[in-house]
């Protein structure tokens, strides 16, 4: 009983605050080379509430900045579900980020589709909710496709990168839209979702993995590479093992 208890207030007390920084190089076909290089911060996951605190999220806020990357995108689940009384302090805790291209926001399975996406948008992030945006980099252009959690078939997720006038990077919250993203070759697919299983427990892994192809870091599916962050916040327990929070900063190589 000692082992699960004390492994227990480890996670409780010091490992869901340990914040870390991954730093990783995806090889993304479809990429030109003027693109080659770029970086991009992905923090996802916030799930501001009584146990993620606005020191969990500044930590989190002054690693991206300090990474200085190219762009920034938010994976959703800004708070936990859809509790209105953190909405505007999980905005205001992310009102410091910015990046050379912006930073841009999807939403989570836990966020409401009206008083999050305001509060995002009020603090100069931009929301995308089943919508794309075009970027000019380098003299290249870039596509941005966010889609909300439940934009699941293949033919929803169709219209929104329909008409795309450069390489396509797919922002969706549930990394179970790997299969879609392969279908319509896209090049590059970013998500968060699964908490990289939340409580990993040696030997056995994490429960989560059950659910989904991939609870973490890179994986790819025919033409389409995707990277999954282990997020920033915790659910249903304030618990984390063997499975820090992180901010992702991404390394973009034209394959």
Same mark, same amino acid.
């Given at each position: 009983?000692?082992?699960?208890?004390?492994?227990?207030?480890?996670?409780?007390?010091?490992?869901?605050?340990?914040?870390?920084?991954?730093?990783?190089?995806?090889?993304?076909?479809?990429?030109?080379?003027?693109?080659?290089?770029?970086?991009?911060?992905?923090?996802?996951?916030?799930?501001?509430?009584?146990?993620?605190?606005?020191?969990?999220?500044?930590?989190?806020?002054?690693?991206?900045?300090?990474?200085?990357?190219?762009? /920034?995108?938010?994976?959703?689940?800004?708070?936990?579900?859809?509790?209105?009384?953190?909405?505007?302090?999980?905005?205001?805790?992310?009102?410091?980020?910015?990046?050379?291209?912006?930073?841009?926001?999807?939403?989570?399975?836990?966020?409401?589709?009206?008083?999050?996406?305001?509060?995002?948008?009020?603090?100069?992030?931009?929301?995308?909710?089943?919508?794309?945006?075009?970027?000019?980099?380098?003299?290249?252009?870039?596509?941005?496709?966010? /889609?909300?959690?439940?934009?699941?078939?293949?033919?929803?997720?169709?219209?929104?990168?329909?008409?795309?006038?450069?390489?396509?990077?797919?922002?969706?919250?549930?990394?179970?839209?790997?299969?879609?993203?392969?279908?319509?070759?896209?090049?590059?697919?970013?998500?968060?979702?699964?908490?990289?299983?939340?409580?990993?427990?040696?030997?056995?892994?994490?429960?989560?993995?059950?659910?989904?192809?991939?609870?973490?870091?890179?994986?790819?599916?025919?033409?389409?590479?995707?990277?999954?962050?282990?997020?920033?916040?915790?659910?249903?327990?304030?618990?984390?093992?063997?499975?820090?929070?992180?901010?992702? /900063?991404?390394?973009?190589?034209?394959?």
């Amino acid at each position: 009983m000692a082992v699960p208890v004390g492994g227990a207030a480890y996670g409780f007390f010091y490992e869901r605050h340990s914040l870390s920084v991954t730093r990783e190089t995806l090889s993304v076909r479809g990429f030109p080379p003027g693109l080659d290089g770029l970086t991009i911060g992905l923090l996802t996951d916030i799930h501001r509430s009584e146990w993620v605190s606005d020191e969990d999220v500044s930590a989190a806020v002054d690693a991206l900045l300090n990474a200085r990357p190219d762009l /920034i995108v938010l994976g959703g689940d800004y708070v936990t579900w859809g509790d209105r009384r953190f909405v505007s302090a999980s905005a205001e805790a992310l009102a410091r980020l910015t990046a050379p291209h912006g930073v841009f926001a999807i939403l989570g399975n836990h966020d409401d589709d009206r008083d999050m996406p305001a509060a995002l948008s009020a603090r100069g992030m931009q929301v995308l909710r089943d919508a794309r945006t075009r970027l000019r980099i380098r003299g290249e252009s870039l596509e941005l496709a966010g /889609i909300r959690f439940w934009t699941r078939r293949t033919s929803d997720i169709a219209r929104v990168v329909r008409g795309a006038g450069g390489p396509v990077i797919l922002l969706a919250h549930d990394p179970r839209r790997l299969p879609q993203a392969a279908m319509l070759d896209i090049p590059l697919l970013l998500s968060g979702h699964t908490h990289g299983g939340q409580v990993v427990v040696p030997g056995v892994g994490a429960i989560a993995s059950q659910r989904f192809p991939v609870l973490s870091g890179v994986a790819s599916s025919g033409p389409t590479t995707m990277f999954v962050s282990r997020g920033l916040g915790t659910v249903w327990l304030p618990v984390r093992v063997n499975c820090p929070p992180e901010v992702a /900063i991404l390394t973009v190589r034209a394959a």
